[in-house]
């Protein structure tokens, strides 16, 4: 008989619990375990409609009605964790911020003999952190409030759990986990428990739902075939931001990560308002690679003007840097930094978009196929078609897909 276990998350918001959850949850299922998520939060929205739960104020430590209701949530949800593995269930996930012992030791006296295993997510990376917060900002929670003051009622909410705060010191079986970077930091476990190697394998190991790598319409400089710069799209690149824009109609995409250029910025912006709502994300880890003096020139130019960089670049063009630029090898980490912030920034079962450059989407797709180094700058990467990959415990899909082509089988969108 499998033993069954309980996954306790810990952590203030918006630190990537829930998003850690999901990816257990759904890992687990797949192997074939009976698991369910319990969150807290949506069952506070569920039972409250008035949205008078979202104010900051509810969260006060100092509010007796505020922290009898989040008690009660709390309950409610542990009894029905406890009728679930009564009923045949392996593993509950408790979805909640959990950040005082008192709360943790609660749930631990309501589930007596059964394996505990508590997870605590961090994230010290304050750029990822302050997108994730604005992001945070904008849930239906706060569609009553200004962008700004939802911002900072949510800044005021995580101030109130910080000064009641207690970090995992004392309980068995915990583990201390870099959210930002899929990483652990810290584990100290007491006993053998179900499932622990493959949750240490789901923590560390990217998982990707739906992941669209789309290329800019075409620009000016493309036609011209002129390199770097912030050119604009082209009537037929607008045309194309159009076609991928009508293709993606039915298929949700909650947020569109881009470049700070404008050709990605355009392309992005029609598939956002088929969207509801969508949000345009614009990351300097996406910018194309920097040509330097060579900016804005033509191949042809860079030839007969530069024969000693075109003569250069030939031979190994990964690890070629452009004078007073950037090479393929050079901004390796941080369009590596940026994937990592696509990731902390986007629910685990949500679809993600990223509308791109040639070399940067090289450099991303490169990361998931394992291409060598001299491959990578001569990955295809058209305008009218673009990569769709699928990545988790059991399988891999990756595939170009034409703008208008019928969505493939199989459930994927």
Not at 141 to 162: C, G, M, N, Q, V
Not at 285 to 292: D, L, M, V
Not at 371 to 384: G, L
Not at 387 to 401: A, N, T
Request: aromatic letters at 8%.
């Amino acid at each position: 008989m499998k033993r069954k276990l309980v996954i306790v998350m810990v952590g203030l918001p918006a630190r990537g619990k829930s998003t850690m959850a999901r990816k257990l949850g759904r890992t687990l299922e797949l192997d074939g375990v009976k698991v369910r998520i319990f969150n807290n939060g949506e069952l506070r929205r569920k039972l409250d409609t008035s949205e008078n739960t979202s104010s900051s104020e509810f969260f006060s430590p100092v509010n007796p009605t505020g922290k009898e209701l989040r008690e009660q949530i709390s309950r409610m949800n542990i009894e029905q964790a406890q009728a679930f593995l009564r009923e045949g269930g392996e593993v509950v996930i408790l979805d909640a911020s959990n950040v005082t012992r008192e709360r943790r030791q609660s749930i631990a006296a309501a589930f007596p003999g059964m394996a505990l295993c508590y997870i605590e997510c961090l994230n010290t990376d304050e750029e990822a952190l302050e997108a994730n917060l604005e992001r945070k900002a904008g849930l239906k929670e706060f569609r009553h409030l200004t962008p700004e003051k939802a911002l900072e009622s949510f800044l005021k909410r995580i101030a109130y759990y910080e000064s009641i705060y207690e970090p995992l010191d004392t309980e068995p079986n915990r583990i201390l986990v870099d959210s930002f970077d899929s990483c652990i930091l810290q584990e100290r476990i007491t006993e053998v428990l179900p499932y622990y190697d493959r949750i240490r394998d789901i923590i560390t190991t990217r998982v990707v739902r739906n992941l669209f790598l789309v290329r800019h319409g075409e620009t000016h400089y493309n036609r011209e075939d002129r390199i770097g710069g912030d050119s604009d799209l082209t009537d037929k690149g607008r045309d194309q931001a159009n076609a991928l824009a009508e293709h993606f109609n039915t298929i949700r995409i909650p947020i569109i990560f881009t470049s700070n250029y404008k050709r990605t910025l355009q392309t992005a912006t029609p598939i956002a308002e088929r969207q509801d709502p969508c949000s345009i994300i614009a990351l300097p880890e996406f910018n194309e690679i920097h040509a330097g003096i060579c900016e804005g020139m033509t191949y042809e130019e860079i030839r007969k003007k530069m024969p000693h960089v075109a003569k250069a670049r030939g031979p190994n063009k990964y690890r070629y840097v452009y004078p007073e630029g950037e090479g393929y090898k050079t901004m390796e980490d941080r369009v590596h930094r940026g994937l990592k912030k696509v990731f902390f920034l986007n629910n685990y079962d949500e679809n993600i978009m990223i509308v791109g450059h040639r070399a940067v989407n090289r450099m991303i797709l490169s990361s998931f196929l394992s291409r060598q180094e001299e491959e990578i700058p001569y990955i295809y990467m058209p305008q009218d078609r673009y990569y769709h990959i699928q990545i988790d415990p059991h399988k891999r899909i990756f595939e170009m897909v034409a703008y208008k082509s019928t969505p493939p089988a199989g459930g994927l969108w």
